[in-house]
């Protein structure tokens, strides 16, 4: 086989379509829509070569109208999850043995896959099974999977081309492995992105995967799978498994060979599964490498020198964009009392200017957030607002689940700091707002600062640039991701890596090559080439 030192192509972020009117891609986007939402799709297990179809299912729904009917997937039962992770252990040794320069075609293909003849057919299933916008599915589904895709191959060749120093007479080289084992891939209904993304980072590096996409994702899924098929990630590599969460996870961490979760979810989840690691670790051949990427309660704190409508418009979009229902979404606000009319002016004129929809009205800036679960939870937060004295409700606080799951972007103004909607992560297009006195910047900063057991992301909006320096280091470890004079959503993979300490995760930064070093097992060969001789060293001369 011929050999060769290959440079893989440079990454480059996708460019992001406009969806304007009378642009082919608008026209293509809402055809696709159609047809996909006028057909009933049947979403098999696949595992190894197998689509397995188990006549137990659950049927699909968009969440802006709850009563169409999407199809069906599948559930697995435990000697199906038994069956995965079997298909993971016999495709490995291939997988894992295919030349490095391979394994980067095949996600290559997958990205140029999405960028051209799959891209209508991912927007449109995020658009219909998520509720997304065009542009938060084209930034989502479209443009960041295929980074992510493109971005990962430049990252695991920079890996590989890191080498040891060598001495005179020995040569010192690093190979990377992947883990021995397999790794469990669980991600959330939010992001198409990160759900083709945690399989197929660990699967880039030479792993196999046990896949379980979110009950709510699944039709967007289903087009992963799809392009992976076609790009040539073989049989056995990235396995798709749906059904009860709890008994896939007991079944995937009691196995011996279980080698790394990577997750995106909830806190609660996440802190279930480490402790299941733990109290199964005898078991395992290897440590467990765990990352995950958890929950948020993310903030926007301006300073009385910021600019109102920029405020305004960074909690418009941080807070509302996808209805809210981002890890890194503004759910909590600090305004200065000097500020504070004119930006609630804005605000509440750019709330009212909203129109909510079907993602199919490309006018429509807000759709339905994701299911009943969801609606009910956060209307019930929106009802208790508008009952406490120390909350009142300044824009907002209607919801309608008649047809869809429609809950009206919501702006709560508390004057308690620690109000229960300051502090709860709601996950929905709910955000609110306490207003301090301009004279209590440093109270406020470490009142940001302790409020909150997560640490995802958060922005400053200040136009003294000592202001948003000393904000930078009281909030040092208050957000993995921090933002000056920004909204704090929007992070894009090789400019932003994306993650957060405390209770939001194991910081890991998807979107760069630190996730990637997480799925590899370093071996270091040390080979000399004239061998020592004589064991006697020459401190030791008479």
């Known amino acids: 086989m011929g050999k060769g030192f290959f440079q893989v192509p440079t990454a480059i972020n996708e460019p992001i379509k406009t969806y304007a009117p009378g642009t082919p891609e608008r026209e293509e986007v809402l055809l696709t829509y159609k047809d996909m939402y006028n057909k009933k799709m049947d979403v098999p297990l696949y595992i190894g070569s197998e689509e397995i179809r188990t006549g137990d299912t659950m049927s699909m729904h968009p969440p802006h109208n709850h009563k169409h009917d ?3 997937f599948h559930l697995a039962k435990k000697k199906h999850i038994e069956q995965a992770i079997e298909s993971c252990l016999e495709a490995r040794t291939a997988w894992a043995d295919l030349p490095w320069e391979q394994r980067a075609a095949v996600f290559l293909k997958a990205a140029d896959l999405i960028a051209g003849p799959y891209r209508s057919r991912i927007n449109a299933a995020t658009m219909i099974g998520q509720s997304k916008t065009i542009f938060q599915a084209e930034i989502d589904s479209a443009c960041e999977l295929i980074d992510f895709l493109t971005f990962n191959v430049e990252y695991m060749a920079q890996i590989y081309e890191d080498q040891p120093e060598s001495s005179p007479g020995v040569w010192n080289r690093l190979e990377y492995r992947p883990l021995e084992g397999f790794v469990y891939a669980i991600t959330p209904f939010n992001f198409t992105a990160i759900a083709g993304n945690l399989p197929a980072s660990a699967a880039l590096m030479g792993n196999t ?12 899924a289903q087009v992963i799978m799809e392009v992976f098929k076609e790009a040539g990630v ?5 396995n798709m498994v749906m059904g009860d969460p709890v ?38 051949k290897t440590y ?64 009212n200017s909203f129109k909510m929809g079907s993602p199919e009205d490309m006018s ?38 008649s047809e869809g799951w429609f809950i009206e972007p919501t702006v709560i103004l508390t004057t308690d700091p620690k109000y229960t909607t300051m502090e709860t992560e709601l996950f929905g297009p709910v955000i609110t707002i306490y207003v301090y006195d301009d004279n209590k910047w440093e109270e406020t900063l470490k009142l940001v ?21 000393q904000a930078t280091q009281a909030l040092q470890n ?40 997480r799925w590899i097992s370093p071996r270091l060969i040390k080979e000399t080439f004239v061998p020592a001789t004589d064991y006697r060293y020459p401190f030791m001369g008479e």
């Not at 073989?234 to 990235?238: K, Y």
């Not at 600062?449 to 320096?469: M, N």
Request: one cysteine or more.
């Open 478 to 517: 208050a957000a993995g991701n921090f933002y000056i004079n920004d909204k704090c959503t929007g992070a894009v993979v090789g400019q932003q890596p994306f993650g957060g300490a405390r209770a939001s995760g194991t910081n890991d930064k998807a979107g760069s090559k630190l996730n990637l070093l």
């Open 449 to 469: 600062d302790e409020t909150s057991i997560y640490a995802l992301t958060g922005a400053v909006l200040s136009g003294d640039r000592y202001a948003a320096t």
């Open 209 to 220: 995967v046990v896949w379980k996409p979110s009950d709510s994702q699944v039709f967007s």
């Open 364 to 401: 429509n800036f807000i759709t339905a957030v994701i299911h009943e679960g969801s609606f009910d939870k956060l209307a019930k937060y929106i009802d208790q607002a508008k009952k406490d004295k120390n909350a009142e409700i300044v824009v907002g606080g209607n919801y309608d689940k």
């Open 70 to 72: 999407l199809g069906k």
């Open 234 to 238: 073989p049989d056995g590599v990235i």
């Open 247 to 284: 008994m896939i996870t007991d079944t995937v961490l009691a196995s011996p060979d279980f080698a790394g979760i990577h997750f995106t979810g909830s806190t609660s989840v996440f802190k279930g599964i480490w402790g299941k690691i733990g109290a199964n670790i005898d078991k395992y």
């Open 288 to 351: 467990p490498r765990i990352v995950g990427e958890t929950g948020g309660k993310d903030f926007i704190l301006a300073h009385k020198t910021a600019n109102a409508k920029q405020v305004a418009t960074a909690i418009a979009r941080g807070a509302f964009e996808f209805q809210g229902q981002k890890c890194s979404a503004a759910s909590r606000a600090y305004i200065p009392k000097s500020l504070w009319a004119e930006v609630k002016e804005f605000l509440v004129e750019d709330v």
